[in-house]
């Protein structure tokens, strides 16, 4: 970057039921980034997709981070991005866009879309890369396609959904199982289904939040995740382990109980440790992954070793998060890592600028 400050857009909120968790991701990066080295300016997105300006987060920033709320709340007056960012880059000010939105109508490529058209450089995934990743049954697919290890699965559309399916579900993956929408991240909406109702009521659960649903096995196996930072030459972090203190891994137990053991890095053999690595990063590029993304596996120690079970392309930044906890014990603190990703963004925008520009 260059000596003058960076004004960094923080989106935040967001329309899809992780709008509280992106709230709370929002205020730790606000908490983060060197207001010497940027000139932050916090942008809410509404439950009912309204955009403001968070004229309260910007006041608490300015009173020190100590004054910053918990979480922060998309509430403001109406925020038109882009007459302010067009303005901004025609004077030549550097600007970058930091979506940490979670789920869909903002990690599945809508918001990219709308950045990419507005000629906005901004953190993570582009548009396919995002929307590819965020669709975990699209994305099992191409990852299959690929030779990645996952476990066995099975996705369906809504129309496709009947009592009969059901059985044949059982069939094919036994129970437990574990029912996901496929469009929605923070184990928002998985069940765990031990018998044949609990199947049918977990997916008319799955149902209410997406028309695409993935079923899969259960697996006995050790939760583990890897961070992954870069665009064309990925690097991955040490690798952590998730001991859930639920049944598994709930939305819960991530953002509410914090009953969750978290191993940091993990306890594994050095091989083991650079498979996983390996894996993590032929993923990211896969799935046309750029700027970071989470990969999360499971292991067998004694049967098919990794599994990949998804990445996700904008992993949560609180304060109980695995993403940023794994490239600290990597070595690169959390101000560190926003500072690499916007550097990142700016340098595929750059990059993308020189095949467009004739």
């Known amino acids: 970057m260059t000596g003058s400050r960076v004004r960094l857009v923080v989106l935040f909120g967001g329309q899809s039921a992780e709008h509280d968790v992106s709230c709370v991701s929002a205020r730790h990066v606000l908490a983060a980034v060197d207001p010497a080295r940027y000139a932050v300016e916090p942008v809410g997105i509404t439950r009912d997709g309204a955009w403001v300006r968070a004229e309260d987060a910007m006041a608490a920033l300015a009173r020190g981070t100590d004054a910053l709320p918990d979480s922060l709340k998309a509430v403001g007056p109406d925020y038109d991005l882009l007459p302010a960012m067009h303005g901004a880059l025609q004077e030549g000010e550097q600007v970058v866009v930091l979506p940490v939105l979670h789920g869909p109508m903002g990690e599945d490529g809508t918001v990219q879309g709308f950045l990419e058209l507005a000629g906005v450089p901004y953190v993570g995934?582009?548009?396919?890369?995002?929307?590819?990743?965020?669709?975990?049954?699209?994305?099992?697919?191409?990852?299959?396609?690929?030779?990645?290890?996952?476990?066995?699965?099975?996705?369906?559309?809504?129309?496709?959904?009947?009592?009969?399916?059901?059985?044949?579900?059982?069939?094919?993956?036994?129970?437990?199982?574990?029912?996901?929408?496929?469009?929605?991240?923070?184990?928002?909406?998985?069940?765990?289904?031990?018998d044949r109702q609990g199947l049918i009521t977990a997916v008319e659960l799955a149902l209410t939040y997406d028309e695409w649903i993935v079923v899969e096995e259960a697996v006995e196996g050790r939760e583990l995740e890897c961070s992954v930072l870069?665009?064309?030459?990925?690097?991955?972090?040490?690798?952590?382990?998730?001991?859930?203190?639920?049944?598994?891994?709930?939305?819960?137990?991530?953002?509410?109980?914090?009953?969750?053991?978290?191993?940091?890095?993990?306890?594994?053999?050095?091989?083991?440790?650079?498979?996983?690595?390996?894996?993590?990063?032929?993923?990211?590029?896969?799935?046309?992954?750029?700027?970071?993304?989470?990969?999360?596996?499971?292991?067998?120690?004694?049967?098919?070793?990794?599994?990949?079970?998804?990445?996700?392309?904008?992993?949560?930044?609180?304060?109980?998060?695995?993403?940023?906890?794994?490239?600290?014990?990597?070595?690169?603190?959390y101000p560190e890592l926003i500072d690499e990703l916007v550097e990142l963004a700016l340098q595929r925008h750059a990059r993308r600028r020189r095949r467009t520009d004739h």
């Open 230 to 333: 870069g665009n064309d030459e990925p690097r991955v972090s040490l690798p952590g382990e998730i001991v859930p203190g639920d049944e598994f891994y709930s939305y819960d137990d991530k953002y509410h109980d914090e009953a969750a053991g978290l191993v940091v890095p993990a306890e594994l053999p050095d091989d083991v440790v650079v498979e996983m690595q390996e894996l993590a990063a032929d993923a990211f590029r896969v799935l046309r992954c750029e700027g970071l993304a989470r990969a999360d596996f499971f292991y067998e120690e004694h049967g098919r070793g990794l599994l990949l079970n998804e990445l996700n392309t904008m992993p949560g930044f609180t304060p109980i998060s695995m993403y940023p906890k794994l490239w600290a014990a990597s070595g690169v603190s």
């Open 125 to 194: 995934c582009g548009v396919l890369g995002s929307a590819l990743t965020m669709d975990k049954a699209k994305a099992k697919e191409v990852l299959a396609h690929a030779g990645i290890p996952q476990c066995a699965h099975r996705s369906f559309h809504a129309p496709q959904w009947s009592p009969t399916l059901a059985d044949e579900l059982i069939d094919q993956l036994g129970l437990p199982a574990f029912v996901k929408p496929a469009n929605m991240g923070s184990s928002i909406g998985v069940s765990k289904a031990t």
